[in-house]
């Protein structure tokens, strides 16, 4: 709240607060997140659902920020950027064993190929933030105005 008084004899008072305005862009900006998230999670990959559920799981705690993919998520990343990174020494995107499944030499970075991904879900894309962007922003700007009126 901020009062100012005018006048030599402080005749008058004028107060005002921002709480109301605050906490109508708090909404706004929850409602704007969990659009953006909801537009953009349709254009990810999804095998098994992994990257979707925990990418998920990192938006819940956040307000003005949206995740593409978990933070120490290199498998996220690799699919974000949509091309295939191998192994420097051989040459192969991961190693498998029918006892383990998938994996990669611990601590060897691997290198980006200029192979592009094929995603196995239909409309998936890398990058799937931009192309929500561009297919949703109109409706992302509309619903930010309606949570503040």
Same mark, same amino acid.
């Given at each position: 709240?901020t009062?100012?008084?005018?006048g030599?004899?402080g005749?008058?008072?004028?107060s005002?607060?921002? +709480?109301?305005l605050?906490?109508? @862009?708090?909404?706004?900006?929850d409602?704007?997140?969990?659009?953006?998230?909801?537009?953009? =999670?349709?254009?990810? #990959?999804?095998?098994?659902?992994?990257?979707?559920?925990e990418t998920?799981i990192w938006n819940? =705690?956040?307000?003005?920020e949206?995740?593409?993919? #978990?933070?120490?998520?290199d498998?996220?990343?690799?699919?974000? @950027?949509?091309? $295939?990174?191998?192994?420097?020494?051989?040459?192969i995107?991961a190693?498998?064993? +029918?006892?383990?499944?998938?994996?990669?030499?611990?601590?060897? #970075? $691997?290198?980006?190929t200029?192979? #592009?991904l $094929?995603?196995?879900?239909?409309?998936?894309?890398?990058?799937?933030?931009?192309?929500?962007k561009?297919?949703?922003?109109?409706?992302?700007?509309?619903?930010?105005?309606?949570?503040?009126q």
């Open positions: 709240m009062r100012r008084d005018y030599p004899g005749g008058i008072t004028v005002f607060t921002l +709480e109301r605050g906490h109508k @862009i708090d909404i706004a900006q409602v704007l997140d969990a659009q953006i998230w909801s537009d953009m =999670s349709q254009y990810m #990959p999804m095998r098994t659902g992994a990257l979707i559920e998920a819940q =705690s956040t307000r003005g949206v995740y593409l993919y #978990p933070p120490d998520s498998y996220g990343h690799y699919q974000y @950027i949509g091309y $295939k990174y191998v192994d420097p020494v051989y040459g995107g190693f498998y064993s +029918e006892d383990y499944g998938f994996w990669s030499r611990p601590g060897i #970075p $691997k290198e980006r200029w192979i #592009p $094929k995603y196995s879900r239909q409309g998936a894309t890398a990058r799937w933030d931009e192309t929500a561009t297919n949703h922003l109109e409706s992302w700007v509309r619903v930010a105005r309606r949570a503040v």
